[in-house]
């Protein structure tokens, strides 16, 4: 089991950028993957990019271009850099970890929310036009 305490939500205007971060309690062995979804009022919850132990990445076609995943594993910390946001973006922004299965790998795909074992509380992000 593992902690996970997002921050960096907000308010801004469109264009405008954000950065979240998802900090999470325990070794770097329990978030080998690692993801970001977001939930808007009224739809189901959506990945929106993943990060594995090796470096690689994974985004929705929605927001590929704008935003970039990344990990600080000495901190133990997954950021996600949101730039040229959309009034669209506008959702609460949740982080996920798993500690993985065969060495570490993801057990299932990156942006499929039944990957993940643990789940942080969320973050607001709203995007004004």
């Known amino acids: 089991q593992v902690a996970l305490v997002e921050s960096g939500g907000g308010s801004v205007q469109a264009g405008g950028s954000l950065r979240l971060s998802c900090s999470a309690s325990g070794y770097t062995s329990s978030t080998n993957c690692m993801a970001w979804f977001r939930q808007a009022p009224g739809k189901e919850r959506e990945g929106v990019a993943a990060?594995?132990?090796?470096?690689?990445?994974n985004y929705a076609d929605s927001v590929k271009g704008r935003f970039t995943v990344s990990k600080d594993d000495f901190k133990n910390t997954l950021y996600l850099q949101m730039n040229s946001l959309k009034p669209e973006d506008t959702a609460m922004y949740y982080c996920a970890a798993d500690p993985g299965g065969y060495r570490g790998y993801c057990r299932g795909a990156r942006l499929d929310q039944g990957t993940y074992r643990n789940w942080g509380q969320g973050t607001q992000v709203t995007v004004s036009s």
């Open positions: 990060f594995e132990w090796d470096g690689s990445t």
